[in-house]
């Protein structure tokens, strides 16, 4: 990749990152306990099943 065409790649990612940044606002003290409980058991207490939406892997079909 050509040095002029990196620059302007970088400069409008940091241009997205600014933006994103600037319309999430601050977190909240919820959120942050959310993410410390998602950091110290990772997938662990993430939900399961149909309630949860949809999954990457298939669920077997099941026998009637």
Known sequence: MKP????AKL?????????A???A???SA?????FDVAVA???E???SGWLAGTSLTKLPKETV
């Open 41 to 43: 058991h990772g997938k």
């Open 45 to 47: 207490l993430e939900p």
């Open 4 to 7: 002029r065409k990196r620059k």
């Open 21 to 23: 940044l600037r319309l």
């Open 11 to 19: 400069l409008l990612v940091a241009e997205h990152h600014a933006e």
């Open 25 to 27: 606002g601050n977190v």
């Open 30 to 34: 919820n959120q942050c306990c959310f």
